[in-house]
């Protein structure tokens, strides 16, 4: 039975094998399979598709970085990282949820 791991046709077949990420991806970058990756000329650093000079000039993140925020909208996880969407359905309180990972991304 697929679905005793988790097997969910409506995602597979709308996101992940039609290349089409929930909300979207973020500046300089497109989608592979339900998750953002950094277009050509660009590379990922701290979740974040930038030019190697850029890339170069961004300090190391805390090692108490939470990307796990109260959001209301996941253009603000992705902000955290692009691979970062805002789960409304965690929270019983108003509009607002958390953001967490991409389906799959999690460990």
């Not at 805390?62 to 359905?89: A, G, H, I, R, W």
């Amino acid at each position: 039975n697929p679905m005793m791991y988790g097997y969910n046709r409506g995602y597979y077949d709308n996101n992940y094998r039609s290349n089409v990420c929930r909300d979207g991806c973020p500046m300089n970058a497109h989608c592979e399979w339900g998750f953002c990756e950094c277009n050509v000329g660009t590379i990922r650093k701290h979740g974040q598709c930038v030019d190697k000079q850029r890339a170069a000039q961004m300090a190391e993140r805390d090692s108490k970085f939470d990307p796990f925020q109260t959001c209301t909208e996941s253009s603000t996880c992705q902000k955290l990282d692009m691979n970062l969407v805002c789960n409304t359905n965690l929270t019983i309180t108003s509009d607002s949820g958390k953001c967490e990972c991409r389906r799959d991304m999690r460990r």
